[in-house]
Nanobody
Framework: QVQLVESGGGLVQAGGSLTLSCVSS????????MGWFRQAPGKEREFVAS????????YYEDSVKGRFTISRDNPKHTVNLQMNNLETRDTAVYFC?????????????????WGLGTQVTVSS
């Protein structure tokens, strides 16, 4: 059973913006650490951003700092990734992930639930 469902991907020109959303059906969502990862064709999955259970701590991969913002709405069981000033190198399938720990993490092995992903394509 898929507990995380992503949406919001699409095709956008370089310099544009997209907002990805992830809805969680996990009963533990309000105490889960959450993350976004991405995988480009022919490359390994990589960390993008993470947020702790309350939203008070956020952690970003260096290349997205200042361009991407992760946020969460616990009553709505949703975590979002606002992506601004998109670059062609941001093209990838983006995955939402959840971990039972309340803390942030950039290690994909620390997450125990994953969504199926949403495609983001940035054209030049």
């Amino acid at each position: 059973q898929v507990q995380l469902v992503e949406s919001g991907g699409g095709l956008v020109q370089a310099g544009g913006s997209l907002t990805l959303s992830c809805v969680s059906s996990r009963l533990t969502f309000s105490s889960d650490g959450m993350g976004w990862f991405r995988q480009a064709p022919g490359k390994e999955r990589e960390f993008v951003a993470s947020i702790n259970f309350s939203g008070s701590t956020r952690y970003y991969e260096d290349s997205v700092k200042g361009r991407f913002t992760i946020s969460r709405d616990n009553p709505k069981h949703t975590v979002n990734l606002q992506m601004n000033n998109l670059e062609t190198r941001d093209t990838a399938v983006y995955f939402c992930a959840a971990r039972t720990s309340r803390k942030v993490s950039d290690d994909d092995n620390a997450y125990d639930s994953w969504g199926l992903g949403t495609q983001v394509t940035v054209s030049s």
